[in-house]
């Protein structure tokens, strides 16, 4: 294992491994490099591309932010944005309603028009804090929002970096590696307090979802982060830079240690990481339990040969 931070201002260690054996050790929050804190003061996120950054789906280029008529992409002007993302909000909650889904956080105030609502939240104060449960669910399932998932079990990361890694590698594209990304949330704690104790609007939060009714939240020991400035920074806006920034942001003194880790791994190590996972009882069945993904993940262990 190689470790070294980033030599520019955002407060980042890489640590580079050199096997799937090596990468899980690392993530255990046994290892030295955890600071002997427990899971819920971190949280961690795979991805299946070391190169991409913390960007929320709703502002990546790539994103249609239009369920229905052209397509909408990212770049927009702020309050497009907001109502784009309003409304694919809006199409998730009616079907999923239609079909007898239960939904966390529903209520009128997103079913009835502006003009009825007389005490409807400006859209300057988007996300509003009433619809971040729905919004939290609704990302976890595939809606562009601007919240972006994170779990607090780092081998739950890693499957999921794993799998979009070798579904990556089945369609030919590249052999980067694969990383998980950690965040301390110390710092986002600390920095909301600071800003709660003037009466100020924090930069960065987490934002987490009743999980009694769902359980793919549950298994998946889910969050959210979310950067309540992104529209004020560079686009796209990468929640690197908003979390890096956000001590000096809430004036406080810079932390000692890294505010993120992001941990590395060659897509050679793809197969022999998901056999390591699937001995210890991670895969779609458990993190997403559907009978669909039940057959699904018997058929992906044949593919591993476990």
Avoid at 35 to 56: D, E, K
Avoid at 134 to 140: D, K, R
């Amino acid at each position: 294992m190689a470790m070294g931070t980033t030599p520019n201002h955002v407060t980042r260690a890489d640590v580079l491994c050199s096997s799937a054996a090596e990468f899980l050790a690392s993530l255990r929050l046994t290892n030295p490099i955890w600071g002997g804190r427990p899971s819920n003061r971190w949280a961690f996120r795979g991805q299946a591309n070391a190169s991409w950054g913390l960007v929320p789906k709703a502002f990546r280029p790539t994103t249609n932010l239009a369920y229905t008529g052209p397509q909408l992409r990212p770049p927009l002007e702020a309050d497009e944005q907001r109502r784009a993302e309003l409304r694919v909000l809006n199409y998730f909650l009616f079907l999923a309603d239609r079909v007898g889904l239960p939904i966390p956080g529903d209520g009128q105030h997103l079913r009835l028009p502006d003009t009825v609502q007389s005490r409807r939240p400006s859209f300057d104060d988007w996300p509003w804090p009433g619809v971040l449960e729905i919004l939290a669910i609704a990302q976890h399932h595939g809606v562009p929002t601007r919240l972006l998932d994170f779990t607090h079990d780092p081998l739950t990361a890693a499957f999921f970096a794993a799998q979009a890694a070798d579904s990556d590698m089945a369609d030919g594209v590249g052999e980067e590696s694969l990383a998980v990304w950690a965040v301390d949330l110390r710092v986002v704690s600390r920095s909301v307090d600071a800003h709660r104790s003037r009466g100020e609007r924090p930069s960065v939060i987490w934002v987490t979802a009743s999980r009694a009714s769902n359980t793919f939240l549950h298994q998946q020991d889910a969050l959210f982060l979310l950067d309540l400035e992104a529209e004020r920074r560079d686009f796209p806006p990468d929640l690197e830079d908003a979390i890096a920034s956000a001590p000096h942001r809430a004036a406080l003194p810079p932390s000692k240690d890294p505010t993120i880790l992001r941990l590395m791994l060659s897509r050679e190590h793809v197969p022999d990481l998901l056999r390591l996972l699937w001995n210890e009882n991670y895969h779609p069945a458990r993190l997403m339990p559907t009978y669909d993904n039940v057959v699904r993940t018997l058929e992906f262990r044949r593919e591993l040969g476990v």
